[in-house]
Structure formats: structure tokens, C-alpha cells
């Protein structure tokens, strides 16, 4: 019997993504398509510290393959739950550096997530042609977009911009489809 090949992910969502990810982790950004930390930011999240307060706190994270959480990350209260797949949840992520052992994403906690069934490839793809189409707003660098797949499954999607450079920052789906 064939060993499978290490590192591939074969079949599990999670580590698909995670290969995917890890390919462009050092992609620049050039105008509709985010830079790898975006990227990341967008579909692992991460936690960030407040300047001020040196609160810490969970931002980012979108994109739960197959449905499964990353290492790390645990999302509860799923609500929301759109036909075209979308969905929203409170999301916490560990804190390998003490206590508290987990931490909340900003603000209300809450995030809104791609559908399951998307790999990775085709959110990074579905952000991108969202932006190019979207309406920007340079007063707050925010910018709101649909993409429409070959199945006609539509997700609205919306995001931050450099509005000096007209380079994407990173997209979500928006809470309200």
C-alpha cells in the first residue's frame, strides 16, 4: 500500500486550506488580490493588542473549512445561517501565552463566515472579484461587493481598502446577505 504523501492534506479541509495559505504566505498585495497576511488574517485571524490598554484581543477569521475550526480557534453560537451558505458565529481563539486560556474576537465576539463548502482558493478568488466590482468609500477605506458563482449562489462581501493606493486590505461576508 502507497504511503500518502506528507504534508498533502488529502482529504481534510482544514490542512487543504492550511497548504493553500501557506503558499501565498508571502504574496504581495497588488490591487484585487490580498497580501498573504490579509490573507491569513482573513481566513485564520489572529490576536492583536490593543496600543493603549494592551487588551488583547481576537480579530479576523472567516473561513471554517469543511465547517471545522483551525487549531486554535473554537466557534460556538452559530447563527444566522443564509441559503447561500453563510453564516455567522462567536469565535474565540487560544492563548498559548497564559491566561485568560481563550480569547474573544472584538467587539461583540462575532464573526460571519464563507460557506463551509469553499475551499479556500475560491474565497481568496470570490474577495478578489467582489472588490473589483464593489463600491468604495475613500472616507473610511471600506468597500462592499457581490461575487456570483457558476451555480448562481451570490454572497455579498465587504472589506477595508488603502484608499490612497486602491489596494484591497482583506474582505468578509457581510453579516447581512
Not at 124 to 146: E, I, L, M, P, R
Amino acid at each position: 500500500m502507497a504511503k500518502k504523501k506528507s504534508g498533502s492534506g488529502g482529504n481534510n479541509p482544514v490542512k487543504l486550506a492550511l497548504a493553500f495559505l501557506n503558499k501565498y504566505k508571502a504574496r504581495p498585495n497588488r490591487g484585487n488580490q490580498m497580501a498573504g497576511k490579509e490573507l491569513r488574517h482573513q481566513q485564520l485571524g489572529e490576536i492583536k493588542t490593543n496600543r493603549e490598554t494592551r487588551e488583547r484581543y481576537g480579530s479576523g477569521y472567516h473561513h471554517r473549512p469543511g465547517g471545522m475550526d483551525h487549531d486554535g480557534r473554537r466557534t460556538t453560537e452559530l447563527t444566522d445561517k443564509y441559503d447561500n451558505g453563510v453564516y455567522s458565529g462567536k469565535v474565540e481563539f487560544e492563548n498559548k501565552s497564559g491566561d485568560p486560556p481563550w480569547i474573544p474576537k472584538q467587539g461583540e465576539g462575532t464573526s460571519a463566515f464563507f460557506p463551509d463548502h469553499w475551499s479556500a482558493e475560491k474565497v481568496d478568488n470570490a474577495t478578489s472579484q467582489a472588490f473589483d466590482s464593489a463600491k468604495k468609500n475613500a472616507d473610511d477605506g471600506t468597500w462592499k461587493g457581490t461575487f456570483t458563482d457558476d451555480n448562481g449562489e451570490i454572497v455579498k462581501i465587504e472589506g477595508w481598502y488603502d484608499p490612497k493606493t486602491g489596494n484591497i486590505g482583506h474582505g468578509f461576508p457581510s453579516f447581512d446577505q
